[in-house]
């Protein structure tokens, strides 16, 4: 199975300040059809995952421009340009290239 | 508008048996792929079952293999899950999720608690 590791496991933040999520898998995620399918969600407390970002750069619907994703192969990044209260929670990536997809073990952003 | 409302969660004992629901509305249901995925409580997100658009191909994690079925009718634009040998390991809120490759769209959740 595809192992994601994520770093760091905890994230603290000041307000209006960047944030950066790792997110490596252990093989390529290039899949045959030519797409990388590497998602990230946010999870809020008491709440339902959401996406926020699928194959690796392509930002949901509604999801502010202050979160982008980028990376390659087996190494991407989420990045959120300045936080604000309301980004508080888990974030997790999931490939979708190799069955069984997988997930990594999420960050927690907090404010510190 | 995008749903996805699950039920049958419950407190059932170890051994025992459930079957998830998950009732869709505001896509195109028969058209996509449909999954469940779980998060045992405090834990991360685990995918379990994936299954195609006309059930004819399915795919589940290893743990969860030979006791678990997931299933869909389309005609109702609903998506199942029947669970069998439930153990405290199985413990978690199941969602179902949309097109799994990216999961477009998730559910609010439903829990099931194994424990005597």
């Known amino acids: 199975d595809v192992v994601m590791t994520q770093s760091p496991l905890s994230l603290p933040v000041t307000l209006g300040q960047p944030a950066s999520i790792s997110c490596r898998s252990s093989?390529?995620?290039?899949?045959?059809?030519?797409?990388?399918?590497l998602t990230w969600f946010q999870q809020r407390p008491g709440q339902s995952p959401r996406r926020l970002i699928y194959k690796v750069s392509k930002r949901d619907s509604g999801v502010p421009d202050r979160f982008s994703g980028s990376g390659s192969g087996t190494d991407f990044t989420l990045k959120i340009s300045r936080v604000e209260a309301e980004d508080v929670g888990v974030y997790y990536c999931m490939q979708g290239t190799h069955w069984p997809f997988t997930f990594g073990q999420g960050t927690r952003l907090g404010i510190k | 508008e995008v749903h996805l409302v699950e039920s049958g969660g419950a407190l059932v004992q170890p051994g025992g048996s459930l079957r998830l629901s998950c009732g869709a509305s505001?896509?195109?249901?028969?058209?996509?792929?449909m999954s469940w995925v779980r998060q045992a409580p405090g834990k991360g997100l685990e995918w379990v079952a994936s299954i195609n658009q006309d059930g004819s191909t399915k795919y589940y994690i290893d743990s969860v293999k030979g006791r678990f079925t997931v299933s869909r009718d389309n005609a109702k634009d609903s998506l199942y899950m029947q669970m069998n040998s439930l153990s405290a390991d199985d413990t978690a809120l199941y969602y179902c999720?949309?097109?799994?490759?990216?999961?477009?769209?998730w559910g609010q959740g439903t829990l099931v608690t194994v424990s005597s």
């Open positions: 505001g896509f195109s249901f028969s058209t996509y792929w």
């Open positions: 999720a949309g097109e799994p490759r990216t999961m477009e769209y």
């Open positions: 093989q390529s995620l290039v899949h045959s059809d030519g797409n990388t399918y």
